[in-house]
């Protein structure tokens, strides 16, 4: 059976800082991509960033947050993380992790192509 385990999140003051770490469990996603997604309330899930073990590490960002968000982890321990800094009231919002061993790069934004998810933790930014 295949998990994906979220920890972290919680509730942070605008321009602060949180990390969230996801491990899977059950199969190994070397060959194709964990990412983090979000989904605020009435919106749509939105893929956040996304790594791609086979290619060294190569990593992929939605523009809402190139240069306060960085993915990082490792194909051996099947991990991402998300390092979140100079957060924003608007980036409140359940996040998801998310693996698929077989999506491809023009499909990384397609929820429904992800097979595993994670719960959810809720980051909340609010002063």
């Known amino acids: 059976q295949v998990q994906l385990v979220e920890s972290g999140g919680g509730s942070v003051q605008p321009g602060g800082s949180l990390r969230l770490s996801c491990a899977a469990s059950g199969r190994t996603f070397s060959s194709g991509y964990m990412a983090w997604f979000r989904q605020a309330p009435g919106m749509q899930r939105e893929l956040l960033a996304a790594?791609?073990?086979?290619?060294?590490?190569?990593?992929y960002y939605a523009d809402a947050v190139k240069g306060r968000f960085t993915v990082s982890g490792g194909a051996a321990k099947n991990t991402i993380d998300l390092q979140m800094k100079s957060l924003k009231p608007a980036d409140t919002a359940v996040y998801y992790c998310?693996?698929?061993?077989?999506?491809?790069?023009?499909?990384?934004?397609?929820?429904?192509?992800?097979?595993?998810w994670g719960l959810g933790p809720q980051v909340t930014v609010s002063s």
């Open positions: 998310a693996a698929d061993a077989s999506i491809i790069l023009s499909s990384l934004r397609q929820a429904k192509q992800y097979a595993y």
């Open positions: 790594i791609n073990w086979r290619s060294g590490g190569r990593s």
